[in-house]
């Protein structure tokens, strides 16, 4: 395989892991988005469940010291999921129960969580920054040994010298088909999104728009809660303070970038990740504070085009029907 081949494949295997917490996070916007509930919080909720999900790994041989390695990881991962999920539930009770504007609970929910882990991360190790004196654990790779001599393809799955990809970066493209499939082929998808579209008619029809909505934010804090284990136990091994670092506003406008469809979203993730990796390059060449500026401005450009094709588009309909309201009347003799 030649030197271009190699680096197209490295590249392109940097762009799915950095889209990867993003898709995750996008499509739990996304589920939450269509349940007429949006999700703000997705930034506290993958930065908590990556805070549990290292500290659990890192002591579970204390607690499980009989169970197999092969486990400590998962059971980091299930820590993880929990965090996010009662993160998620608390977001659902303080906006269905009490009342809460769900911008502002989310917003706090946001503050929450990064107090809450640099407190915890300061209790529990003594360092504001990271947990880089703690062991933990990563999250398993899959290597296809199938796939080793095919050009390309063989590089781009196993060829990063580390054991293939990270099982979440496949779990990522694989969780889009699984909510594509739950939100229009299901009834529970069906009923999700006519509580999103009407929650009067919803209701109307003996559809539970509480619980629907309850059910959208909890599974919101699952998907996004997988973004931040990846971030803590796939793309890095460790916590560091905030690492998050925009990665759940990045979903929220992947969710609307996408047109609120799960193809759509994992393509505007795409997106978001590769800007992520040519920012990373470009680092090598320009200062540091041009680096930061590439993300939010592909982000914004991308939002900006695609709100003007959507004009575009919408202005394009009114004409069609404008003209279809005007047009003479064939006589037929």
């Not at 933990?136 to 080793?148: Q, T, Y």
């Not at 393809?153 to 990809?165: A, E, F, I, R, T």
């Not at 759509?264 to 090598?284: D, H, K, P, R, T």
């Amino acid at each position: 395989m030649t030197l271009d081949l190699l680096f197209l494949a490295t590249l392109v295997g940097a762009t799915l892991r950095a889209a990867t917490p993003i898709l995750f996070a996008a499509l739990g916007g996304l589920v939450s988005e269509l349940a007429g509930s949006i999700n703000i919080a997705l930034e506290g909720m993958m930065l908590i469940a990556a805070f549990f999900g290292v500290i659990a790994s890192a002591f579970s041989p204390h607690w499980f010291p009989d169970a197999p390695m092969w486990m400590h990881p998962w059971i980091g991962c299930a820590a993880g999921l929990v965090a996010a999920v009662a993160l998620a539930g608390l977001l659902a009770f303080f906006h269905l129960e009490l009342g809460a504007d769900l911008i502002l609970a989310g917003i706090g929910i946001n503050i929450l969580a990064q107090g809450l882990t640099v407190f915890l991360l300061v209790a529990i190790t003594g360092d504001k920054g990271s947990t880089a004196g703690l062991a933990s654990f990563a999250m398993p790779r899959l290597h296809l040994p199938l796939v080793d001599a095919v050009p390309v393809l063989g590089p781009l799955v196993n060829g990063d010298g580390l054991g293939g990809q990270n099982i979440l970066v496949y779990g990522a493209f694989a969780a889009v088909g699984l909510i594509r499939f739950l939100l229009y082929r299901t009834v529970f998808g069906l009923h999700l999104r006519a509580v999103g579209e009407s929650s009067d008619a919803a209701l109307s029809a003996g559809i539970s728009v509480r619980r629907m909505r309850y059910a959208g934010l909890l599974l919101s804090g699952v998907l996004a809660g997988f973004g931040g284990i990846f971030l803590a136990m796939g793309y890095l091994t460790l916590f560091q303070t905030d690492m998050v670092a925009g990665r759940g506003f990045l979903a929220l406008a992947a969710v609307f970038l996408g047109a609120r469809r799960p193809l759509g979203i994992m393509a505007a993730a795409l997106l978001f990740g590769a800007s992520q990796v040519f920012a990373a390059q470009l680092g090598l060449y320009v200062p540091s504070q041009i680096v930061f500026m590439v993300p939010p401005i592909v982000t914004i450009a991308a939002l900006v085009l695609f709100n003007l094709h959507r004009r575009r588009a919408e202005r394009r309909r009114v004409e069609a029907g404008i003209a279809t309201i005007f047009a003479p009347s064939r006589i037929i003799e």
